[in-house]
Nanobody, 126 residues
């Protein structure tokens, strides 16, 4: 059974930084696209960033230039470094693993990820 566990969330002032981690266990890691999504109160879950098995990265326009996704295949962990945080970044952040190996496809679509973590809260105050 594949399990994803996020950590690193918290409260920070605008302009600050946080680094989220997602440890993946129980299944293959290095062959899959991994993604970070977020959901603010009253809003739908939205794509933030994704990284392929080879290290290619993809970002939502709203986070490009501020967030950096990376992965450590030896540690089965994916990270999201978040800098220059804004109040509108406040959300629960989820990591997810794609359903098919070696396939990028529509990396921004949540329906193409079949394993999800429980989420970690990020709160940015002005």
């Amino acid at each position: 059974q594949v399990q994803l566990v996020e950590s690193g969330g918290g409260s920070v002032q605008a302009g600050g930084s946080l680094r989220l981690s997602c440890a993946v266990s129980g299944g293959s890691f290095s062959s899959y696209v991994l993604g970070w999504f977020r959901q603010a109160p009253g809003k739908e879950r939205e794509f933030a960033a994704a990284i392929s098995w080879g290290g290619s990265t993809f970002y939502a326009e709203s986070v490009k230039g501020r967030f950096t996704i990376s992965r450590d295949n030896a540690m089965n962990t994916v990270y999201l470094q978040m800098n220059s945080l804004k109040p509108e970044d406040t959300a629960v952040y989820y990591c997810a693993r794609r359903s098919s190996p070696y396939y990028v496809g529509s990396y921004s679509q949540s329906g193409e990820y079949n394993y999800w973590g429980q989420g970690t809260q990020v709160t940015v105050s002005s």
